[in-house]
């Protein structure tokens, strides 16, 4: 603990670690009733039933009908979720009946920044028991600090959902454009169209195998046993990349790797890769591959090529393999297995492309850019938003900011 004469005017010292003095540490039993969900019901409704990873069922009468923090017993055990409407939590969690008046808000807010544990159980699966909750120490402010603590998160909150639908709708304009473009090509006025094996096209537009434009490859990627991952040379797995043709990050996973191995299945700039074993939503996902800053591979689950780049450019190939119709082309080319499909090199050399001209080409690909700039633009302000919900949470949390020195942050 922090020596009391080291403690920040009007701070004390606490179980949980420094508070401000006007806030008390209580045990989430003095609070609430910590009670068992049940079995949900076996008829269909419209309320949500809750285990411990979240709503997983939807059930016809409600356990709760007043608002109150679900908590995860078994599995993931200490996840807290917010039920502000009528629920049946299940009987894997437990749920809060309050016995004190609380803002539930700030109780989530503090459960979600300092989660309970189910690890210590002597179990292979972690859970929790009653008394874990009802020992659990947490910060009380007086309840209308509480309130404006969470009124605070909450406006983030908000701000962060309102983002999320910006960048919806900024994909569904670049999946719009992208449609437009494939029927009446790039120019300022819809060009005469053609009925094609793959649908409508401009009419000087042409229909070729994708194969007849493949320069290398296709080629299956490499397996490795998972004994071998952890230290070495980055590789690409299939969870790495979006349907959108998107990386989620270059953070990839490493694997131990001969040199022979390395240089085999060696990813160049501007080669693709395509998902080939996978569910059939993301069975064929591409992705056009950028300068990597070290040597990097792929897995065996996916295959790559390369394309000419003379009459079919790579940035355009990959706009159509990211398409409805192409991946409506590699279902049905697709064998299916019970818990997932493939797709082999035969497949994907017999997709049929829309071929433009090269310039209409990169007029396509330059319009599409523009709407990825705007999407990603509008990701970062959502990352942003994150941060700032993160870091007001634990300053918030902890007193540490307390609301009249948060009002310029908010405006």
Same mark, same amino acid.
């Given at each position: 603990?922090?020596?009391?004469?080291?403690?920040?005017?009007?701070?004390?010292?606490?179980?949980?670690?420094?508070?401000?003095?006007?806030?008390?540490?209580?045990?989430?039993?003095?609070?609430?009733?910590?009670?068992?969900?049940?079995?949900?019901?076996?008829?269909?409704?419209?309320?949500?039933?809750?285990?411990?990873?979240?709503?997983?069922?939807?059930?016809?009468?409600?356990?709760?009908?007043?608002?109150?923090?679900?908590?995860?017993?078994?599995?993931? @055990?200490?996840?807290?979720?917010? #039920?502000?409407?009528?629920?049946?939590?299940?009987?894997?969690?437990?749920?809060?009946?309050?016995?004190?008046?609380?803002?539930?808000?700030? +109780? &989530?807010?503090? +459960?979600?920044?300092?989660?309970?544990?189910?690890?210590?159980?002597?179990?292979?699966?972690?859970?929790? /028991?009653?008394?874990?909750?009802?020992?659990?120490?947490?910060?009380?402010?007086? +309840?209308?600090?509480?309130?404006?603590?969470?009124?605070?998160?909450?406006?983030?909150?908000?701000?962060?959902?309102?983002?999320?639908?910006?960048?919806? @709708?900024?994909?569904?304009?670049?999946?719009? $454009?992208?449609?437009?473009?494939?029927?009446?090509?790039?120019?300022?006025?819809?060009?005469?169209?053609?009925?094609?094996?793959? =649908?409508?096209?401009?009419?000087?537009?042409?229909?070729?195998?994708?194969?007849? !434009?493949?320069?290398?490859?296709?080629?299956?990627?490499?397996?490795?046993?998972?004994?071998?991952?952890?230290?070495?040379?980055?590789?690409?797995?299939?969870?790495?990349?979006?349907?959108?043709?998107?990386?989620?990050?270059?953070?990839?996973?490493?694997?131990?790797?001969?040199?022979?191995?390395?240089?085999?299945?060696?990813?160049?700039?501007?080669?693709?890769?395509?998902?080939?074993?996978?569910?059939?939503? *993301?069975?064929?996902?591409?992705? $056009?591959?950028?300068?990597?800053?070290?040597?990097?591979?792929?897995?065996?689950?996916?295959?790559? &090529?390369?394309?000419?780049?003379?009459?079919?450019?790579? *940035?355009?190939?990959?706009?159509?393999?990211?398409?409805?119709?192409? !991946?409506?082309?590699?279902? =049905?080319?697709?064998?299916?297995?019970?818990?997932?499909?493939?797709?082999?090199?035969?497949?994907?050399?017999?997709?049929?492309?829309?071929?433009?001209?090269?310039?209409? *080409?990169?007029?396509?690909?330059?319009?599409?850019?523009?709407?990825?700039?705007?999407?990603?633009?509008?990701? *970062?302000?959502?990352?942003?938003?994150?941060?700032?919900? +993160? /870091? #007001?949470? !634990?300053?918030?949390?902890?007193?540490?900011?307390?609301?009249?020195?948060?009002?310029?942050?908010?405006?």
């Amino acid at each position: 603990m922090m020596p009391s004469n080291d403690l920040p005017d009007n701070f004390k010292e606490t179980e949980i670690g420094p508070i401000p003095v006007s806030w008390e540490v209580v045990p989430l039993g003095s609070l609430a009733r910590v009670k068992y969900g049940k079995a949900k019901p076996k008829q269909e409704g419209i309320i949500p039933a809750m285990g411990s990873g979240g709503t997983y069922a939807w059930v016809n009468e409600a356990l709760v009908d007043f608002p109150t923090l679900v908590i995860g017993r078994k599995g993931t @055990a200490g996840r807290a979720w917010l #039920m502000d409407k009528p629920c049946w939590p299940s009987d894997t969690t437990f749920y809060l009946e309050w016995t004190q008046e609380v803002d539930i808000h700030f +109780l &989530f807010g503090y +459960l979600t920044l300092n989660p309970l544990s189910g690890e210590h159980a002597k179990t292979t699966l972690p859970s929790l /028991s009653r008394p874990d909750l009802e020992n659990y120490l947490v910060p009380c402010p007086p +309840l209308p600090e509480q309130r404006r603590i969470a009124h605070v998160l909450s406006t983030i909150q908000r701000a962060i959902a309102a983002q999320d639908g910006l960048i919806a @709708a900024a994909r569904e304009v670049k999946r719009s $454009l992208m449609q437009r473009l494939f029927t009446y090509g790039p120019g300022p006025e819809p060009a005469p169209t053609k009925e094609t094996e793959i =649908g409508e096209i401009p009419e000087h537009w042409e229909v070729v195998q994708l194969g007849d !434009h493949i320069a290398e490859g296709p080629q299956n990627g490499l397996y490795k046993p998972l004994s071998l991952y952890g230290e070495g040379t980055p590789i690409i797995r299939i969870n790495d990349y979006d349907t959108d043709g998107r990386f989620a990050s270059l953070n990839f996973r490493r694997v131990r790797l001969e040199p022979a191995e390395i240089q085999k299945y060696l990813l160049r700039e501007k080669d693709i890769l395509v998902n080939r074993v996978n569910s059939l939503p *993301q069975l064929g996902k591409s992705i $056009l591959v950028p300068t990597f800053p070290e040597p990097t591979v792929f897995e065996s689950n996916m295959m790559r &090529f390369a394309v000419d780049g003379i009459r079919l450019l790579p *940035q355009y190939a990959i706009l159509f393999l990211c398409s409805p119709q192409a !991946h409506t082309q590699m279902v =049905g080319k697709a064998k299916r297995a019970v818990a997932q499909s493939s797709i082999n090199q035969g497949d994907v050399k017999s997709l049929l492309v829309p071929l433009p001209p090269t310039s209409e *080409q990169t007029t396509i690909v330059r319009m599409a850019a523009a709407t990825d700039r705007k999407i990603e633009a509008e990701e *970062q302000r959502k990352v942003a938003l994150q941060s700032l919900f +993160l /870091s #007001m949470l !634990h300053q918030l949390m902890t007193g540490q900011v307390r609301i009249p020195d948060i009002v310029e942050v908010l405006q």
